[in-house]
């Protein structure tokens, strides 16, 4: 959502709303009692009743602040985050001091996923207030867009000021191990862990960076404390299970990542890390290891379905848009793979090679398509002139020998 654009909804709930027309000789007391009725209907989430009580005392000959900012925040309490945000930007603009009437446009902007204008609300709270859940905020908007680095140093700024907030700390340290920044990930993650030395949401990150920094014994004695502590969680299984297998514990590898599996049965690299482990522990292969194989190639599996309709669209773009018809008929076979009921394909991958002109490959694919085309059809008179035409063209391509 653009700045413009919030303009323009500020300019209709402001200025020329049809059923925002201001009453002349506006009562105080009316005012007063409006304003108090529709708190209370916000308050009961009946924000629709208390944005009508409100709007006859909006006015475009003056600018009652109060009035204005209880229907903005019956606007965003609505979910109407457009209108919102207008209205915190003709309030922010108005009374730029009010640190409020900024946060809210912040949030606003970012329940919009705008989240450019939403980082440039957080920044203008900050130079009137350093508000540690702002900084957060900000942080989490540059996580959103994938600028990492922006996102750590606004969460550092505000664990500088609540060095104990559980959250910020776990999306720091994830920052840190997905950059493989492993020590730092542990420094954070060790500040924290002063005063909470067993957190089930931080220190599991420990362990993990630990292990991707390859400290497997350390890596395994933290994450088997958590689980001893009864921190039940994925993580902690799947990761202990990779240590104990790094440090050759095959048999407790083994249980972890089973344990692992009952939680999230969708980790195509815990199904394979479950048959490595068990050849390992030298289990029967039939029995044990080629199941967990087989389920390693299921998961891996494309959708045929899928996978045949996107070979056919390549075949028709190197067939109908370029003159690359050897690449359009590997295409077409490579659809007839996922879709071997498809016989029109086998039409399709015959015509191909008649345009590129090698008419013995053309002949072969449409006499496939013949010996499964019902005879009664379009399709099959249609080859039998397809045929005729090509054995006509490998007739006069064949050298005529001398009587």
């Known amino acids: 959502m653009s700045i413009i654009r919030v303009l323009f909804v500020a300019i209709l709930v402001f200025g020329a709303g049809s059923h925002l027309q201001a009453q002349p000789n506006i009562d105080s007391e009316a005012r007063k009692e409006a304003i108090s009725q529709a708190r209370y209907l916000k308050s009961i989430y009946k924000t629709d009743e208390a944005i009508d009580l409100l709007a006859p ?20 309490q609505s979910a109407d985050y457009e209108t919102a945000a207008g209205s915190y930007f003709m309030l922010a603009s108005r009374f730029p001091q009010m640190v409020l009437y900024k946060i809210r446009l912040m949030q606003s902007f970012y329940r919009l996923h705008d989240y450019a204008n939403s980082i440039e609300a957080g920044k203008a709270v900050l130079q009137l207030d350093t508000i540690p859940a702002v900084l957060t905020f900000i942080g989490d908007a540059f996580r959103t867009i994938n600028m990492p680095d922006s996102a750590l140093a606004y969460y550092t700024k505000s664990l500088a000021f609540k060095p104990e907030n559980e959250s910020v700390v776990t999306k720091s340290v994830n920052i840190l191990i997905k950059s493989e920044k492993y020590d730092d990930a542990i420094a954070v993650a060790d500040s924290f862990l002063v005063k909470d030395p067993d957190n089930f949401a931080v220190t599991p990150l420990k362990g993990i960076a630990l292990y991707r920094k390859e400290d497997y014994n350390m890596a395994r004695e933290v994450l088997m404390n958590q689980k001893e502590l009864g921190n039940d969680s994925y993580p902690v299984h799947y990761y202990l299970g990779q240590a104990c297998w790094q440090i050759k514990e095959y048999h407790r590898a083994e249980v972890e ?31 044990d290891i080629k199941p967990w194989l087989d389920k390693v190639e299921e998961m891996t599996r494309p959708d045929p379905s899928l996978m045949s309709r996107m ?14 018809y050897a690449k359009a008929a590997e295409h077409y076979k490579e659809a007839l793979k996922y879709s071997p009921d498809a016989i029109v394909l086998y039409y399709a991958i015959g015509y191909c090679y008649e345009l590129n002109k090698e008419f013995k490959n053309a002949l072969k694919w449409y006499e496939k398509y013949l010996s499964v085309c019902p005879k009664d059809s379009r399709g099959y008179k249609e080859t039998l002139k397809s045929i005729e035409f090509v054995k006509a063209k490998i007739f006069m391509e064949e050298p005529k020998t001398e009587k």
Do not use: K
């Open 257 to 287: 990542f089973m344990a692992a599996w009952q939680i999230d049965s969708s980790d195509v690299n815990l199904a394979y890390s479950i048959a490595a482990v068990g050849a390992e522990c030298y289990r029967p292969f039939e029995r």
């Open 311 to 324: 070979h056919q669209q390549y075949g028709r773009g190197y067939s109908m848009q370029t003159t690359q």
């Open 57 to 76: 005392y909006v006015s475009q000959d003056s600018f009652d602040e109060e009035v204005l900012a209880e229907l903005a925040d019956c606007h965003f």
